[in-house]
């Protein structure tokens, strides 16, 4: 039950416009009665200029990990990747 509600809320999050962790974390609270941990890990890319040789960097969100405590109080780990 926790994980199909903690599946709804993370698809209907927008990674690519305004979000906060803190937001997540505060309504990841609300249905599951405890503050959950999550972790936002990025990956990151070097584009290269070819012309003026510059480069730039670019960061994407890879993946969000979310822990939390199940019905029989065993911690639980669920990992989404970000697209």
């Known amino acids: 039950?926790?994980?199909e509600a903690i599946?709804?809320?993370i698809a209907s999050v927008?990674?690519?416009r305004d979000w906060k962790l803190s937001t997540i974390k505060e309504n990841l609270r609300?249905?599951?009665?405890e503050e959950p941990?999550?972790?936002i890990i990025y990956k990151k890319d070097v584009m290269l200029n070819e012309v003026?040789?510059?480069a730039k960097e670019i960061e994407k969100i890879d993946k969000v990990v979310v822990v939390?405590?199940?019905i029989d109080n065993r911690f639980r780990k669920?990992?989404?990747r970000i697209d």
């Open 1 to 3: 039950m926790k994980e």
């Open 78 to 80: 669920m990992e989404f």
């Open 52 to 54: 003026n040789g510059e």
């Open 37 to 39: 941990g999550v972790d």
């Open 7 to 9: 599946r709804n809320y």
């Open 68 to 70: 939390f405590t199940d």
């Open 14 to 16: 927008d990674f690519n």
């Open 30 to 33: 609300k249905f599951l009665g």
